[in-house]
């Protein structure tokens, strides 16, 4: 039957729109495939954040080329930043291609693979109920999704980003902020719920910064709103910028218990000169204060943070003073990366640091921030917690990836444990053995349908579930 594989790289943005393009194409009768050889389409949604992204993107699409060349038939789509930024080039460099789409044209390519499905051989249609449950979002890239993607939802509430830091190619791809009305954001919260997802993230580049263009309500009443959906499991949001980090927001987050304890703050570096440079909006002063009152409002939670070594003119003591915040803070986690110089930004044109230095200061700052991310791990030993599964292990297929409300990865052998069992009790209940820079390791002990729900085969253990938080 017509079939589609989706490959994503890039953030969490990319992520939702995978998701709608699964969706669409679901709709239009194809089955989702993890696998691009048996695909009828194969499309590629692409990342243009740093350069190494960029290279692997363009790295897949020479790979892909050769599906196109045993079978003709097959269609090959990028979209994307990148598809954005270099249609010309891509064009150029890669006439095989059968559509390439922009960000702001996901829509076409939607009514694109309607077009196209009737010229696909349908074969033994297949439309079980199952196969739509367990629709996976294939691929190898940064942010694939798994066997039990519907589990998770991705919910777009804004595109683009109008803060326009000197690095960052975001708003020069996904234009300016672009807020979507609070009634589509419900709705399609309402239907991902109905469709069986436990785990709601509101997606957006400064998600903090949402406001409704008709109603005005701001990204407190917004989490509000969706916190009192029928049926909601859990709900989560990223990315937040610091400057939008209110009291009102703060005190909503703190009274919310379907919240995930985990917030997302990226600091990018600690020097106040740096920050200026980058056009941040926020000194590590004004940062040092939302994070108190985070703390105050939202005690037991995850912070986790991105951070950005070598930007031009960072000097050794500006650096410094990035290790002295993350050793004072202690993120829970910190994505951290050297800068990228992109195309068009104005950072790219300043006197870049010398080559090498970049990769001296990650190691240097990995060393810190790993050692805090350690200890975040090793107070979850000796506890049960409850995790959403993600899928086997890529290692060992023999085990279960999942991760916790504060979304620490744990893996632990599935046993007896398939895919139909927990398609619909999806939350796993593991008691945690050891803990290490990247995650944890346990055994499962029982699985449940909601995050609220009692566990069965460990009720006795219910008072600590999970709520690491409360412990
Ligand atoms: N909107 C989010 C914010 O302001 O925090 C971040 C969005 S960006 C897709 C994710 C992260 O990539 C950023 O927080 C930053 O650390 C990193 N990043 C963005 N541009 C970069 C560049 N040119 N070089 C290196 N890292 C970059
Ligand atoms: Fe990029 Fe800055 Fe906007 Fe984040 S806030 S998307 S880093 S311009």
């Not at 692409?46 to 699409?61: F, H, P, S």
């Not at 909006?281 to 940062?287: A, E, H, N, R, S």
């Not at 253990?461 to 412990?471: G, H, N, P, Q, S």
Request: glycine share 8%; with cysteine; net charge neutral.
């Amino acid at each position: 039957m017509a079939s589609i594989y989706i490959e994503t790289f890039g953030c969490q943005m990319n992520e939702a729109d995978s998701q709608y393009v699964a969706r669409r194409a679901t709709a239009a009768g194809y089955a989702v495939t993890a696998n691009a050889a048996e695909a009828s389409v194969v499309v590629l949604n692409t990342c243009t954040v740093r350069d190494n992204a960029e290279k692997r993107a363009y790295g897949r699409m020479a790979h892909f080329k050769a599906l196109k060349t045993a079978d003709p038939n097959v269609k090959l789509v990028v979209c994307g930043c990148l598809a954005e930024q270099d249609r010309d080039r891509m064009q150029a460099s890669a006439p095989y291609l059968d559509a390439i789409f922009g960000t702001r044209d996901l829509g076409r390519l939607g009514d694109a693979l309607v077009a196209w499905r009737d010229g696909f051989d349908d074969g033994d249609d297949d439309h079980s109920e199952q196969r739509l449950m367990l629709e996976p979002i294939g691929g190898q890239a940064d942010c694939v999704g798994d066997a039990f993607a519907h589990v998770r939802a991705f919910v777009n509430v804004q595109r683009g980003c109008s803060y326009y830091c000197t690095y960052c190619i975001v708003p020069h791809v996904r234009g300016r902020f672009d807020n979507r009305p609070v009634a589509d954001v419900l709705r399609e919260c309402a239907s991902a719920i109905a469709r069986g997802a436990r785990e709601l993230m509101l997606v957006g580049q400064t998600v903090n910064a949402y406001k409704d263009p008709a109603t005005g309500a701001d990204f407190a009443d917004l989490l509000e709103l969706v916190a009192g959906l029928d049926g909601l499991d859990r709900l989560t949001f990223l990315t937040s910028h610091p400057k939008d980090y209110t009291a009102k927001l703060a005190a909503t987050m703190g009274a919310l218990p379907q919240l995930n304890p985990r917030f997302h703050l990226p600091v990018q570096c600690g020097s106040d000169r740096v920050l200026r440079r980058m056009n941040r909006k926020y000194t590590v002063g004004q940062y040092r204060d939302k994070i108190a009152l985070f703390r105050k409002t939202c005690p037991h939670w995850a912070l986790t943070t991105d951070l950005i070594v070598a930007f031009p003119g960072e000097t050794d003591d500006d650096f410094v003073q990035t290790l002295a915040l993350c050793d004072e803070i202690a993120f829970a986690q910190a994505f951290m990366f050297v800068y990228s110089p992109r195309r068009g930004t104005p950072a790219a044109h300043w006197e870049q640091v010398a080559p090498g230095v970049g990769t001296d200061r990650l190691k240097r700052l990995a060393a810190v921030v790993d050692r805090n991310v350690r200890a975040w791990h090793r107070r979850k030993v000796g506890r049960i917690v409850r995790a959403l599964v993600q899928g086997p292990s890529r290692k060992d297929r023999s085990k279960l990836a999942a991760k916790t409300t504060d979304n620490v990865t744990l893996i632990a052998p599935a046993g007896s444990l398939d895919e139909a069992q927990l398609g619909v009790r999806p939350w796993l209940d593991v008691r945690v053995n050891e803990a290490f820079t990247w995650g944890c390791t346990g055994e499962i002990l029982g699985i449940a349908t909601r995050y609220d729900d009692l566990a069965p085969q460990a009720v006795d253990a219910r008072a600590t579930i999970d709520l690491i938080a409360t412990l």
